[in-house]
């Protein structure tokens, strides 16, 4: 696993850092709700994105956790845990890493982080899913023993953080 890989907290001042990075290196798409308008980081978009992550982490009452993903000490994505409220204990994790810091290790390197953050928090499952199309995720996935099942056009996996489990 890589050891440059770290996860922070979010923060206002890493929001800013990683508003730049999902400029620099990711579509709107990966990393945000649509919003309407022309395609690409215009200016209605990046007041998009920073609201969006106002308003789920840094908000007064979170709905999600969210992480900065740094590499070699450079913000690089995002990852998230987000209770999942039908299901008690449970998290849905996400996230996204640039395009430029994909197939380098990043991920595996954060799953396994996000996974002991999860545990930290008290949680005993947490869930992935995914597109078939996905193949990076696949592999993390079945890396550590997980298999994604079909659910409609998605792929869904619960990775049990039990002691002794996986």
Known sequence: MRSDVTLHPLD???L???????VED????EVMPPVEGPQGWTPERRSAFLRFHESRSLAANPVETTFAIAAAGRVV????????ETRAGTAEAGVWIGRSHRGAGVGGAVLELLLDRARAAGFTSVCVSTTPHNLAVRALMAGIGVELVRDGEELTACVDLRPGVR
């Open 12 to 14: 206002r001042t890493l």
């Open 26 to 29: 990711a579509d709107p798409l």
């Open 16 to 22: 800013a850092e990683l508003l730049l990075a999902a």
């Open 77 to 84: 994505g995002a990852a998230r845990l987000c209770p999942v």
